[in-house]
């Protein structure tokens, strides 16, 4: 129905990674555009423009915190240390939370098993 040309560019871990072609049903003109699986997106490389990109939102986002935040500390030295306190405690329960995953991953060798009459088995 709209006669989509399909390339297969790359992969990416294993992934193809697809390239497509068709016309644009009102004007006739090309539209090109590959997948990105890294992002789980498209790219448009030709012919056409994104109406909605999805990082856009959640980069605006970040950056009205961190000038509210630069706002905040700029007169105010209390609310400055206040606010590196709380970037401290939060990385260190980053930290203990990777180091609770770390030891749930690592098999524990201070046990070792026994057998019916109480002999070691091995690891």
């Known amino acids: 129905m709209f006669g989509i040309l399909i390339g297969i560019l790359q992969t990416y871990l294993g ?3 697809f390239r497509f072609y068709f016309k644009c049903t009102r004007c006739s003109a090309e539209i090109a555009f590959k997948t990105d699986p890294q992002n789980s ?4 490389e030709s012919g056409a ?9 959640e980069d605006e986002a970040v950056e009205k ?3 509210k935040r630069a706002a905040e500390e700029m007169g ?10 709380v970037d401290s405690k939060r990385d260190m329960d980053i930290l203990a ?3 609770e995953m770390r030891s749930m991953k690592v ?17």
Do not use: H
């Open 107 to 123: 098999p524990d060798t201070s046990t070792a098993r026994r057998d019916d009459d109480g002999a070691e088995c091995g690891p």
């Open 15 to 17: 992934i193809q990674i």
């Open 76 to 85: 105010d030295a209390m609310k400055s240390l206040e606010n590196r306190a």
């Open 65 to 67: 915190e961190k000038k």
């Open 49 to 57: 423009s994104r109406n909605f990109e999805p990082w856009r939102e």
């Open 97 to 99: 939370a990777l180091e």
């Open 41 to 44: 997106d498209y790219v448009v």
